[in-house]
């Protein structure tokens, strides 16, 4: 008699799938990077609206009604930004070697050419 499998090593065998524990760790990891960007974010824009900011009396962007909105779009377009140029890179390098495989001589084709030559001159010479 066999045992169904439980609920247990049915959660085993779902988080043991390479794809989960995979975007598990990318989730914690743009988790993170949120985090620096965001930070980044408020600190560049606080010293590059600090003039105007001390003239309107406020402490940081995030004071102001809808500050903590624009600081929010201000790090989403960071970060797509910065995903955008992950991407264009990878297919930049993907293209690269898809050329460098493209003018790479296929070796059977080469073999099968070379066998054709052969048997051509052989051919002719009357073998």
């Known amino acids: 008699m066999t045992r169904k499998p439980g609920l247990f090593a049915d959660f085993q065998a779902f988080i043991n799938k390479g794809n989960v524990v995979d975007l598990a760790i990318a989730v ?11 930070s980044v974010v408020t ?3 606080t010293n590059a609206l600090e003039p105007a900011l001390k003239a309107a009396n406020v402490d940081s962007i995030n004071a102001w ?3 903590t909105v624009i600081v929010a779009i201000i790090n989403f377009l960071v970060i797509a ?6 991407v264009k890179s990878i ?3 993907k293209r690269k070697q898809e050329v460098i495989e493209e003018s790479k001589p296929d070796p059977q084709a080469q073999l099968a050419s070379a066998i054709t030559r052969l048997t051509d001159a052989l051919e002719r010479k009357g073998f």
Request: glycine letters at 16%; one cysteine or more; charged letters at 10%.
């Open 91 to 93: 297919e930049a390098s």
């Open 43 to 45: 600190l560049v824009m």
């Open 81 to 86: 930004f910065v995903c955008f140029l992950i």
């Open 28 to 38: 914690v990891i743009a988790g993170a990077f949120g985090k620096v960007v965001g």
């Open 65 to 67: 009604p809808a500050g």
